[in-house]
């Protein structure tokens, strides 16, 4: 067999297993998709991939109408999670990633073997600890309880630090120093725009799992009204085995739950390329 047979064989297995791969991916989303245009005995009946029997003006205005349009709640709740606990955990890992490849100090790589130790313990542990602590501070089923705890991101401060060496040289820093700017304008001024890339890479990732966490709510919140999309959802779920009536509102939810991802990764899609290919042709 020549090697231009060979290597045509080679980009069609290739090629066969990437089509394969997203047809897998995109395949719950085409459902999410049909099955949202479904009422109640459509989605009973399984024929939920047709748009036979359109319906999804009316499971919107049933979503947005029922329990006083707690589901528009639901979805602010999110946004203030995951939008706001995002962007302040990205600063501060961003700061923590930048002095531990910027600054000498004692005990630096010990310190940073304990965030890299923080990196390895599932967020399910800490749950309990954590709802303790917040019991003894008084702030459990309010926002703070959900807030505080994800401003605190490990693998953001690993990540952080990767980019700082990648994108950041040191020559830039020391004329900004010689020029008489502070440390802290020196960050600011001269470090944050540089490191740019690094803190969307990890807004995106923090902001994906702050959106999708569900563990940490179910712990702290008892309030309905505190409640982000991912444990709204799972309680109308939970009810939806008593009352099919549900069915269409926990599937045109998950639907409209999904915009927000999908509007992050493709509007700073291309500072997430550049980050993820930091310090790799350093």
Do not use: C
């Amino acid at each position: 067999m020549s090697s231009s047979s060979t290597r045509w064989m080679s980009k069609t297995a290739v090629n066969g297993t990437l089509v394969l791969a997203v047809l897998y991916m995109l395949f719950p989303l085409v459902w999410l998709v049909t099955a949202a245009t479904k009422d109640t005995g459509g989605l009973l009946a399984g024929d939920a991939f047709s748009f036979e029997g359109f319906n999804l003006g009316e499971n919107l205005a049933d979503l947005a109408s029922y329990g006083d349009g707690v589901y528009l709640r639901w979805y602010l709740n999110s946004l203030l999670y995951a939008g706001g606990g995002a962007v302040v955990s990205s600063l501060i890992s961003v700061a923590a990633g930048y002095a531990f490849d910027k600054y000498d100090f004692r005990g630096k790589e010990k310190l940073f073997g304990v965030v890299l130790l923080g990196v390895l313990v599932p967020s399910t542990a800490l749950a309990l600890p954590m709802y303790l602590l917040a019991s003894e501070m008084g702030v459990v089923n309010t926002y703070w309880a959900v807030l505080v705890p994800v401003l605190v991101h490990p693998f953001g401060v690993y990540l952080s630090r990767v980019f700082s060496s990648g994108y950041i040289p040191n020559e830039a820093l020391e004329a900004a120093r010689i020029d008489g700017a502070g440390e802290l304008r020196t960050f600011w001024s001269i470090g944050m725009p540089m490191i740019m890339p690094g803190f969307v890479t990890v807004f995106l990732f923090q902001f994906t799992a702050i959106w999708n966490n569900f563990f940490l709510p179910l712990v702290m919140l008892s309030d309905q009204k505190l409640f982000p999309l991912s444990l709204g959802l799972y309680a109308w779920n939970s009810n939806s085995h008593a009352e099919p009536g549900f069915y269409p509102l926990v599937v045109t939810g998950s639907l409209l739950a999904v915009i927000p991802l999908i509007v992050a990764f493709v509007s700073l899609q291309r500072h997430w390329k550049a980050g993820l290919t930091a310090g790799s042709v350093k």
